[in-house]
């Protein structure tokens, strides 16, 4: 790319990059996220959830107050008219917005779905980037725990249609952290603190989070209680009854407990295996507008951190509303399933062009035939590219090869005479004539197979 500068000497070259965090998709790269994206929508779609967008730009005032400690990685600018804008962080907020505004218009329950880009200041590392998409589903106007079991029975579905099969969808609920306040005996605004400490542990391990706790005013006896969940082990029932017997006596224990064992019941309802559910009481989600059953679906290999996240948020909307609306949600990772499918090499197919056929131009005199010829592939869904410069035969043929481009038509002089087409199959390099008239069927079977 050449780009001349003031004081620039013709013919310099700058040199120019995307921005740290943000990437260019080459072609083959959208084929993979568009299947990806397509087997995401063909699951919400089927049960019942519908599309909307919306700006990739809020006011501020929308924004800020709803992340906790995450909000210094929100994108936070003044626009030309000196308002204080920011770029989307998540879905859900601006969801909450956009239901307020459409409160009139939206049934209840709302099911929708939506897949855009968010932005997060972040440090980017594998699976994280500052600019990614975002795949959501959010269930609104639906109190019952119902809603909650089928956003993880969708989750649970897309993932096994992409072919995972060593993952685990973590749940919890937010009102444990109620629970520890009571049992630590501390004050109630104290349960944020706990939870945006505990949602590090990924990050900075046992040692960190203890740190963590004692710069927000926690006693070691306190963090040692915090830290007797991570010992509670066996199935999701067993670490149910060892819990029930920790926070015995306790008046927040029971809303807690109960939601727990009804999210399970409900996962048995909609034959969601029970060996991909665990129940970890150390889970948090660190977003402080969660309010109840909350998950997180983590893969045993590789390490790559979750690769989906969400959970109840009943009080969201009615900042914006002023109504009491309840809801929940969940959010993909579209870029850490991309990457982990690249990886493990979990792609039903292996090309890197979406075309189907290239029409090689042999003839000039027989152009308009030729163009006739494509057009009628095109009205069929073959999807076919018409070679639009002057080269040679030969090199026609080195760039379908290097485009990926499976069959390649010749019409020529003699061709044209006998009302024939030659067929270049360029995968296992075999060539045959067809008749005109068959060409569609002829190349319909061969993409086939």
Not at 130 to 141: A, L, P, S, T, V
Not at 311 to 337: H, K, M, V, W
Request: net charge positive; hydrophobic share 35%; charged share 30%.
């Amino acid at each position: 790319m050449k780009i001349k500068k003031s004081g620039e000497k013709e013919g310099m070259s700058v040199k120019v990059s995307a921005y740290k965090g943000m990437r260019d998709f080459l072609p083959e790269d959208m084929l993979k996220r568009n299947f990806v994206i397509s087997i995401i929508k063909e699951v919400f779609e089927n049960y019942g959830f519908e599309p909307i967008e919306t700006p990739a730009i809020e006011l501020w005032s929308v924004l800020s107050g709803k992340y906790g400690d995450e909000e210094k990685l929100l994108y936070k600018f003044k626009d030309r008219g000196e308002r204080e804008v920011g770029l989307r962080y998540d879905l859900t907020v601006p969801l909450a917005r956009f239901v307020a505004n459409h409160l009139q218009k939206l049934p209840r329950p709302f099911k929708r779905y939506q897949i855009q880009p968010v932005w997060r200041a972040d440090k980017p590392q594998k699976g994280r980037f500052r600019e990614f998409y975002q795949c959501d589903i959010d269930i609104i106007g639906v109190n019952s725990l119902l809603a909650d079991a089928e956003i993880l029975k969708i989750l649970y579905t897309i993932l096994k249609k992409l072919g995972f099969d060593n993952f685990i969808i973590n749940i919890n609920s937010r009102k444990i952290f109620k629970t520890l306040v009571e049992y630590l005996q501390v004050d109630e605004k104290k349960e944020f603190l706990i939870a945006r400490a505990i949602d590090k542990y990924d990050k900075l391990g046992e040692k960190g989070v203890k740190e963590q706790l004692e710069k927000t005013g926690f006693s070691e006896n306190e963090r040692g209680k915090i830290f007797t969940l991570l010992e509670i082990t066996g199935t999701n029932s067993e670490k149910i009854s060892k819990l029930n017997k920790i926070f015995e006596g306790l008046s927040t224990r029971e809303p807690f407990i109960q939601e727990i064992q009804e999210i399970l019941k409900y996962l048995e309802y909609f034959s969601v295996d029970e060996k991909y559910i665990n129940f970890n009481p150390f889970l948090a989600r660190g977003l402080d507008y969660y309010t109840g059953i909350i998950s997180e679906t983590t893969l045993t290999t590789p390490k790559i951190g979750s690769i989906t996240g969400g959970g109840r948020y009943d009080n969201l909307i009615g900042i914006f509303s002023g109504q009491n609306i309840p809801a929940t949600g969940s959010s993909i990772g579209l870029e850490r399933i991309i990457t982990v499918m690249d990886e493990l090499n979990m792609y039903p197919f292996d090309k890197k062009t979406v075309v189907q056929v290239l029409f090689a131009v042999q003839d000039e005199k027989l152009l308009k035939k030729t163009i006739s010829l494509t057009e009628e592939l095109r009205k069929e869904g073959i999807k076919t590219d018409l070679y639009l410069g002057k080269k040679d035969l030969r090199k026609q043929i080195t760039y379908a090869l290097n485009k990926g481009i499976p069959l390649m038509l010749i019409l020529g002089e003699e061709e044209n005479k006998k009302g024939e087409l030659t067929l270049k199959n360029l995968i296992n390099r075999e060539q045959t004539r067809v008749k005109q008239d068959k060409i569609i069927n002829h190349i319909r079977e061969l993409l086939h197979e």
